[in-house]
């Protein structure tokens, strides 16, 4: 049936040899190419051509071993297929492989075989037509009529499908446009038959044998389908639900499957299942364990309870992304944009996401990097997340840790238990459906310990680098990679994280904002989405920028923003109550005028202006009296008082340190909830003015040189409830005390911290930016701080540093001399000197 008329395919043809499936002519499959020479003609051939013919080859089916790679060349089937490439995708995982869309265009015969290396090349003969067939051409005699039942027998096949899914009534559409002489080749790839029978319809050259040789594949197909229609005894009006078509691809670009939809036979059942196996793109030891899952399942009775915990598995894993991953975006000045938009500040967090995207710019295969993001609440971290995920383009899923204390939630239950599911991380990579997506892990300095294990232990594995490419749930109980999540945890503090865990990442300390960065937090994003949620326009509301700073400074007393938030959403309220009642008054008024011919009574309240305005009167009345009133010159009138600052979970906080003396026997009563560091700081305190007591002049009530001889000294610290420790508060208790033994008072506006010895000395302490900003939002205006916590100055904001004077000391003498007007009194000043200045 050669024909020189028509299209004609190259009469030398590339040959690419498949055990995947018998590609028939008017059929579109996708064919996995992972073997030497199947490779090099995808390189050489498909991905260097240019022109149509050079994505043209002969695909030729292989019956030999798909693992026996061998040098020497397979013996060809002499009858093949030409094909289009359509696609071609590539990946590296779990090995180097191809993925090719391939068109069935007509077959060809092999004359000789050119050469085999690096792929076969051979001479062919084209067999079948490719020039569009006329309309109206029609078949005739013995022909005619084999084609004639072969069209009905498909038109019924098709019939016995519900027409109301979409594909159906497409495909029904192709059986009349389609001719007749391609209608055994596109039916033959469509129902199920085996490759044997669909190699026998390949080698039919002969038109009328090929009608022959499809024609009692698609009856049985038919009967099968009687049948079980039969034995079910469907009502009339289910039976056309019975059968779903599964999408493959249809000619040109589509094919179908015939299954059942819910309960469809076991042996097309586990067909489906096993091909979904291995398509889902595993590795080779996970591929292993499915298949032999899958073994194990077919020869299982549905009965056992059993079955359905080995089919639950068996979908797991071929639902999980093994090898589909979200591509990157990599644009950096897109991504700053985005990320300046999305949050004010931050600019550490930005700057590392930055980095990242620049990295991964030059190397492709980067691992994720395991960042922690530690600051006190409402500053922004989880949300910083989630705009990370969005700036890269990649897929994000939130793991709240808060209170875990099973370490099965993260790696999962085994198997043998009854109920038994896959951890959260696992979890999560199957919401998300990539493997690369941004995970963040909330609140991991929360995580508890029971007899059900440590999770924060199971955590150690999945946020290493160098582990967790292998990952392995207990559920799945095979390895999974990891290593392109990009993992971010969330904590409040670093103390409750185990050393372990903290050494595996990358931490990055997201400290307060300060009120000028709070301001313009509010006016860029709580304002505009408050208004939003309350259903506000700027028209009808306006909070001035003083109105936001009173409610920073006198309403909220936070590292972050979350109680300025809610001050802001309590004024909406407010704001849409008036509007309301304006819009029900402007009725009423219209309302009246229609029926009385006048405006409503003088006594009632005219309609709001717009927009309304909130001054200081407009906020006291909406937020009542002012909650935080600054103290600290009222707290200072005494000796005996002094201003430390602390660092806690909510960000810095100033601390009053109070002392008081009575006769007595020399004992010293520290009270407010201390913890053992800070009581072992007031003990140093005592010792140091003791043994330097003459040094400073410093005596007790009767004038001794030992302050504590006769003395009882009681060392308070307010807010009696809130636990406190820590040694940060050493120059604070020295100071307190040296002004409660000298007599002399304190300066108001001077706040201090930093760790003491023994011998004087002013060691260094943490969270130096968060104290700093307690200060200047308390009015404060000398920081004391540890000569070598000089560097942490760097990190505070430039217009804070100019409004602040910074004394940095490396011994008490300094800070001494630092915390009192003119100095503290050196050894050759005389006590009654000292009374004279006071």
């Known amino acids: 049936m050669s024909t020189n008329s028509g299209i004609q395919i190259p009469s030398r ?62 013996s060809l089937h002499s009858i093949g297929t030409a094909g289009l490439a359509v696609q071609v995708v590539g990946s590296n995982w779990p090995k180097p492989h191809y993925t090719l869309l391939i068109t069935g265009l007509c077959r060809f015969r092999v004359l000789q075989l050119l050469r085999e290396r690096p792929f076969p090349v051979a001479v062919v003969e084209q067999l079948d037509r490719l020039e569009q067939y006329t309309e109206g051409e029609q078949l005739d005699g013995e022909l005619g009529e084999l084609s004639q039942r072969f069209y009905q027998a498909a038109v019924q096949l098709v019939g ?65 389908l009687k049948l079980l229609q039969k034995t079910r005894k469907l009502r009339p009006d289910d039976d056309k639900r019975v059968l779903a078509i599964r999408k493959g691809g249809v000619f040109p670009g589509r094919q179908f499957s015939l299954e059942e939809d819910g309960e469809d036979e ?89 980095e990242y995207l620049a990295v991964r710019q030059l190397k492709s295969a980067l691992k994720g990097p395991i960042l922690c993001f ?22 994000f899923h939130r793991i709240a840790l808060g209170g875990v204390c099973d370490q099965s939630d993260i790696r999962g239950h085994r198997r043998t238990y009854v109920g038994s599911m896959p951890g959260r991380i696992i979890n999560g990579l199957k919401t998300v459906g990539v493997n690369n997506p941004v995970f963040l892990l909330d609140e991991v300095d929360k995580l508890g310990k029971s007899l059900q294990g440590d999770p924060a232990a199971a955590l150690l594995e999945v946020l290493d680098p160098e582990q967790n490419h292998s990952f392995t749930d207990h559920y799945l109980n095979v390895a999974f990679d990891l290593s392109q999540v990009l993992f971010i945890a969330t904590a409040n503090t670093t103390a409750t994280i ?70 802001i959403g309590a004024i909406c309220r407010a704001v849409a109550v008036k509007v309301a009642e304006g819009h029900k008054l402007s009725k009423i008024e219209s309302s ?109 009530i009767a004038g001794c040189a030992d302050p504590l001889e006769g003395n009882d000294i009681h060392l308070h610290f307010p ?45 260094p302490v943490g969270g130096i930016k968060d104290k700093v900003l307690a200060a200047h939002r ?23 540093r100019a409004e602040l004077d910074f004394i940095t000391a490396g011994s008490l003498d300094e800070v001494l001399n630092a915390a009192f007007d003119g100095g503290f009194p050196a050894a050759s000043m005389t006590h009654p000197q000292i009374a004279s200045k006071l």
């Open 592 to 700: 009246s005028q229609v029926q009385e011919g006048k405006g409503v009574d003088s006594e009632m309240a005219a309609p709001p202006e717009m927009p309304i305005v909130i001054d200081l009167v407009a906020l006291k009345d909406i937020l009542g009296p002012q909650v935080f009133e600054m103290e600290v010159s009222e707290r200072l009138t005494l000796p005996g008082v002094a201003i430390g600052l602390a660092w806690t979970p909510l960000g810095g906080e100033i601390m009053f340190v109070e002392a008081s003396r009575m006769e007595g026997e020399g004992q010293l009563t520290l009270t407010g909830q201390l913890g053992d560091v800070m009581k072992e700081s007031a003990h140093l305190a005592i010792t140091w003015l003791r043994s330097n007591a003459k040094t400073y002049q410093l005596t007790n």
């Open 266 to 354: 076991d042996g097309d059942d586990m067909a489906v299942l096993e091909r979904k196996v291995k398509e889902a793109g595993m590795p080779e030891p996970a591929l292993r364990v499915c298949l032999k899952e899958l073994k194990r399942l077919k020869k299982m009775p549905q009965s056992m309870p059993e079955y359905a915990l080995t089919r639950n598995y068996l979908e797991l894993m071929v639902e999980l992304p093994w090898s589909k991953s979200s591509t990157d975006c990599l644009d950096i000045r897109a991504a700053r944009v985005l990320l300046d938009n999305d949050h004010y500040a931050l600019e550490k967090l930005k700057r590392r996401v930055l």
């Open 498 to 567: 185990p050393p372990a865990l903290l050494d595996r990442m990358e931490v990055l300390q997201v400290p307060g904002y300060t009120q000028e960065e709070k301001v313009e937090i509010a006016h860029r994003h709580l304002i505009p989405h408050q208004l939003e949620q309350h259903g506000l326009t700027p028209q009808q509301l306006q909070i001035p920028q003083d109105t936001t700073q009173e409610i920073i400074s006198k309403y909220t007393r936070e590292a972050g923003v979350r109680s300025l938030e809610r001050k």
């Open 160 to 224: 016995m499908l519900d027409m109301s899914v979409p594909v159906v009534a497409k495909l029904r559409r192709l059986l009349d446009s389609l001719p007749k002489e391609t209608l055994p080749d596109v039916l033959a790839s469509m129902i199920r038959t085996s490759n044997t029978e669909k190699l026998q319809v390949l080698d039919a050259i002969n038109l009328e044998e090929r009608f022959k040789k499809t024609l009692p594949m698609l009856t049985r197909q038919i009967e099968g």
């Open 778 to 800: 308390a009015g404060l205006r000398r920081v004391i701080l540890p000569k070598r916590n000089e560097k942490d100055l760097e990190e505070i904001p430039s217009h804070i």
């Open 719 to 763: 807010a009696g409830a809130v636990t406190k420790d820590g040694p940060s508060a050493g120059v604070t208790i020295v100071t307190c005390l040296a002004s409660l033994f000298s007599g002399r008072l304190v300066r108001s506006d001077v706040a201090m911290t930093g760790e003491i010895t023994l011998r004087g000395l002013v060691l």
């Open 374 to 395: 530690v600051g006190p609440p409402g500053v922004g971290k989880t949300s910083v997340g989630r705009s990370i995920a969005r700036t890269l383009g990649r897929e």
């Open 13 to 74: 043809l590339p040959l690419l040899l498949t055990h995947e499936g018998v590609l028939l002519p008017g059929s579109t499959t996708r064919i996995s190419v992972d073997s030497a020479r199947n490779m090099q003609l995808v390189k050489s051939r498909l991905l260097k051509g240019t022109s149509l013919k050079s994505t043209i080859i002969g695909v030729i089916p292989n019956t030999k071993d798909p693992e026996h790679d061998s040098e020497e060349l397979p």
